[in-house]
């Protein structure tokens, strides 16, 4: 009788010194000091029928579509799996190279030819990655555990008018832990796939110009301790753009602290207990259904908020402030226009005919989770985000009137426009998701 099987592998992708630092905006500083190691993971999932599905998770800030097409497509072409079922996961570091190139308005860093030999050898590495996890296909055991973690807080702080990145115990975050058990049929082998919801941004408040992988690398690690040292353990980022490290949330002050190197011990070995707690309960053993459907929103922007967020940004002291708004004034005066939408990174995957994973591009904001929830009641439902691409931050359209740096600051440093989305965001969103849903589902 046919039956699962899976194959896993990984391999470390750290750059040299003397690349742009990611999470910095779009000319950041240089690094110049490795804390730890970043690695590339590959996990090759194939059901009874033999559909199979390949998912990578990196140790990276972000990966935008001029580089994951490209790279999936050298991952299809070398695996024989299709594109829409090849899935580029970023954990988000803030640690790590400046991997978001093509998303921002003045990349400085492009000049940088360090950046395009890393992201070539990254290619390479990644294709030798997917044929090591293909030629390790064992028959697995698939079981999918739901729990919680508190390791993440809301970092969206209403202030009167305003909303500060400021820590937020009232605000919405996912207590949501989801983890994949793949375990070898006939050996000790065996895989854990674990998402939650959280900014790794630690490492950097303390080590500016250092790479790491953050919290992940840590989690990994007293995973494996926990474990088992040939565990393979493999994070994949969830929608993570409101959310930080609770650990560093100062509720007194009302600040986040800055960062030790403890705190990122601390986070990383919480949330593997969390993990570990999960895999302790009660699981669903899984008999794989497998489908994939991929596609893009047409997100609306606010063209009326561009051209006065452009003055505001254009009349800033601050230097890098200025440099943005003259930028878009001049866009706004001379061409070209301005983008009215934004195309949004979304996918699907159906595990069985009621586990779905929805993966969505970018800085996809935590009410995401709950809100696709709602719009596909039929399914045990959980989210990805940082897949495929990268165009900044993504609020619901319930927070568009709350402003803040994810709603209005942010978008100025992106090459789609100064204005923040639009009314109508949701409904977009919604239907392509039901459309994809017709496909995958």
């Known amino acids: 009788m046919a039956q699962a099987k899976a194959g ?11 690349l742009p630092m990611g999470g910095r905006g779009p000319d950041g500083p240089l690094g110049d000091t490795i804390i730890d190691s970043l690695y590339a993971q590959a996990l090759i999932i194939e059901d009874a029928g033999g559909e199979r599905t390949l998912w990578i998770a990196f140790d990276l800030i972000s990966i935008t579509h001029e580089d994951s097409v490209p790279l999936r497509f050298e991952l299809s072409a070398a695996t024989g799996i299709p594109m829409d079922a090849i899935i580029l996961n970023c954990s988000h570091t803030h640690s790590g190279p400046g991997t978001c190139r093509g998303s921002h308005i003045l990349e400085l860093y492009l000049a940088n030819p360090k950046l395009g030999a890393y992201m070539a050898q990254l290619t390479g590495k990644v294709r030798l990655l997917a044929l090591q996890a293909a030629s390790r296909m064992l028959p697995v055991e698939v079981a999918i555990y739901q729990g919680v973690s508190d390791v993440a807080i809301n970092r969206r702080r ?10 937020n115990p009232d605000g919405h975050y996912n207590r949501d832990l989801w983890v994949l058990d793949l375990r070898g049929r006939s050996s000790g082998d065996r895989c854990v796939l674990f998402s939650y919801a959280c900014h790794p941004v630690l490492v950097y408040r303390y080590a500016r110009t250092s790479i790491s992988p953050d ?38 002050t009302g600040t986040f602290r800055n960062a030790t190197p403890e705190d990122v011990e601390t986070v990383g070995k919480q949330l593997a207990n969390d993990i570990v707690t999960v895999l302790a309960g009660h699981g669903t053993t899984l008999e794989l259904d497998l489908g ?3 596609g893009w929103a047409a997100l609306p922007r606010d063209q009326a908020a561009a051209a006065q967020t452009a003055h505001h940004y254009a009349q800033d002291e601050n230097e890098k402030k200025h440099r943005f708004g ?3 004034l001049d866009r706004i005066e001379h061409g070209p226009p301005l983008a009215t939408h934004t195309p949004w990174s979304i996918g699907l995957i159906r595990l069985t ?3 779905v994973i929805v993966h969505l591009g970018g800085d996809s904001l935590a009410e995401w989770l709950p809100l696709i929830r709602r719009w596909l ?13 990268f165009q900044g931050y993504l609020p619901t359209e319930e927070l568009l009137d709350e402003g803040g740096y994810e709603v209005v600051r ?6 789609t426009g100064p204005g923040p989305l639009a009314a109508g965001l949701n409904n977009a969103m919604r239907r392509a998701i039901e459309r994809l849903a017709k496909r995958a589902l």
């Not at 990984?10 to 010194?17: L, N, R």
């Not at 009641?377 to 691409?389: G, K, M, N, S, V």
């Open 8 to 18: 896993w592998a990984e391999v470390e992708i750290t750059p040299p010194v003397g």
């Open 410 to 415: 942010a978008p100025v440093m992106f090459k």
């Open 326 to 328: 003259k930028y878009w």
């Open 158 to 167: 209403p202030v009167g008018d305003n909303v500060k990145m400021a820590p």
């Open 215 to 252: 919290y992940p690398g840590k989690c990994r690690k007293h995973l494996r301790a926990q474990l088992g040292e040939s565990v393979h353990c493999q994070f994949m980022q969830s929608v993570a753009g409101n959310v930080r490290p609770r650990q560093v949330a100062d509720l007194e």
């Open 377 to 389: 009641p039929a399914y045990e439902l959980f989210i990805w985000a940082y897949t495929q691409d």
């Open 353 to 355: 005919r009621k586990h």
């Open 292 to 294: 994939f459907a991929e």
